[in-house]
């Protein structure tokens, strides 16, 4: 595709509260925080930026709390040249949270979905024709999976090609794994599937695109799995890694029918969103991805 493609992104939205410690209280205890940051997060909203810094043109469908962070959040979006149409403000519940915790050795998050629970699958029919109209559609599990589940059948029935990355781990029935055409697991996420369907490697192969942290990515070819390195570089913050993978993905697939080289892309585009704290200050523009690449 010589032009850049029109991609929808259905999912999350969050605001990370993350607060440092020297170690975790105990019970009844207050121990003092050596930190506390607000971050835009959220699976999809990470994804939806992650591609708009790619060069695609970005529709988010998701839903924010009529709260403070909501509006911080969409205007966050905007910022980040994400279409924010399909994004509804809900009123009388939160926007989604992550509270995460950081001490040594021992990070523990408390997630509230709060507003990402109304992106229900009426909410998302409203706006058939946005999906209609992309060239791709990239969705995650922090919004309900019936949600995820209508979002497949309305792909289907438009033909418009659909990714899932399967984060965080929801059992997927076989109507849906059906109607996917390309199903990104990490390697923590894939054990959990192979561990409850049998013959899922077998029968959608063909779909899978393994994320391996530092060792890369895996695709099968011919039956035989093909392992595309990741680059080596020295890691300051993991967060949003499979992310920024599933983006470059899933923006490489409007561009080539060839699964290596967008898995090298995109190998390259998470190498590079290592490198930096947080997970959407490190996502790469396509011209730093391309010049990391030459
Ligand atoms: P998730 O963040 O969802 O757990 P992974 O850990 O599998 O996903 O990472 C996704 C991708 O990010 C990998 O396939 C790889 O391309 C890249 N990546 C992750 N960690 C590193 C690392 N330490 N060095 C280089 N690339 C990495």
Same mark, same amino acid.
């Given at each position: 595709?010589?032009?850049?493609?029109?991609?929808?992104?259905?999912?999350?939205?969050?605001?990370d509260?993350?607060?440092?410690v020297?170690?975790?209280?105990?019970?009844?205890?207050?121990?003092?925080?050596?930190?506390?940051?607000?971050?835009?997060?959220?699976?999809?909203?990470?994804?939806a930026?992650?591609?708009?810094?790619?060069?695609?043109?970005?529709?988010?469908?998701?839903?924010?709390?009529?709260?403070?962070?909501?509006?911080?959040l969409?205007?966050?979006?905007?910022?980040?040249?994400?279409?924010?149409e399909?994004?509804?403000?809900?009123?009388?519940?939160?926007?989604g949270?992550a509270?995460?915790?950081?001490? @040594?050795?021992?990070?523990?998050?408390?997630v509230?979905?709060?507003?990402? +629970?109304?992106?229900?699958p009426?909410?998302?029919?409203?706006? @058939?024709?946005?999906?209609?109209?992309?060239?791709?559609?990239?969705?995650?599990?922090?919004?309900?999976?019936?949600?995820v +589940?209508?979002?497949?059948?309305?792909?289907e029935?438009?033909?418009?090609?659909?990714?899932?990355?399967?984060?965080?781990?929801?059992?997927?029935?076989?109507?849906?794994?059906?109607?996917?055409?390309?199903?990104?697991p990490?390697?923590? @996420?894939?054990?959990?599937i192979k561990?409850y369907?049998?013959?899922?490697?077998?029968?959608?192969?063909?779909k899978?695109?393994?994320?391996?942290?530092?060792?890369?990515?895996?695709?099968?070819e011919?039956?035989?799995?093909?392992?595309?390195?990741?680059?080596?570089?020295?890691?300051i913050?993991?967060?949003?890694?499979?992310?920024t993978?599933?983006?470059a993905?899933?923006?490489m697939?409007?561009?080539?029918?060839?699964?290596? +080289?967008?898995c090298?892309?995109?190998?390259?585009?998470?190498?590079?969103?290592?490198?930096?704290?947080?997970?959407?200050?490190?996502?790469?523009?396509? @011209?730093?991805?391309?010049?990391?690449?030459?």
């Amino acid at each position: 595709m010589g032009r850049e493609p029109i991609i929808t992104v259905i999912g999350s939205i969050n605001m990370d509260l993350v607060v440092s410690v020297d170690r975790k209280p105990n019970r009844g205890e207050t121990v003092k925080g050596e930190s506390f940051d607000t971050l835009p997060g959220g699976k999809g909203a990470n994804q939806a930026i992650a591609l708009a810094r790619l060069g695609a043109t970005v529709n988010m469908v998701g839903m924010v709390g009529d709260d403070a962070f909501g509006y911080e959040l969409k205007s966050n979006l905007e910022k980040e040249n994400v279409q924010v149409e399909a994004v509804g403000v809900t009123e009388g519940i939160s926007t989604g949270v992550a509270v995460i915790t950081i001490a @040594e050795n021992d990070n523990s998050i408390a997630v509230v979905s709060g507003a990402n +629970e109304k992106v229900t699958p009426a909410y998302i029919r409203e706006y @058939e024709k946005i999906i209609k109209q992309s060239d791709i559609v990239l969705t995650q599990f922090e919004v309900p999976i019936s949600t995820v +589940e209508e979002a497949a059948m309305i792909c289907e029935k438009h033909g418009i090609p659909i990714v899932l990355n399967p984060a965080p781990f929801e059992k997927l029935s076989d109507s849906l794994l059906d109607k996917v055409t390309y199903l990104t697991p990490n390697q923590h @996420e894939y054990e959990l599937i192979k561990g409850y369907k049998r013959y899922f490697e077998n029968d959608y192969q063909s779909k899978l695109i393994i994320t391996k942290g530092e060792v890369g990515a895996v695709f099968f070819e011919n039956e035989k799995p093909q392992i595309v390195s990741a680059f080596t570089v020295q890691p300051i913050d993991t967060t949003g890694a499979g992310d920024t993978f599933n983006s470059a993905f899933t923006y490489m697939m409007t561009k080539t029918n060839n699964i290596e +080289e967008a898995c090298r892309f995109s190998n390259a585009a998470a190498a590079l969103s290592v490198l930096k704290k947080g997970a959407q200050l490190g996502m790469p523009t396509k @011209e730093e991805v391309n010049s990391f690449l030459s």
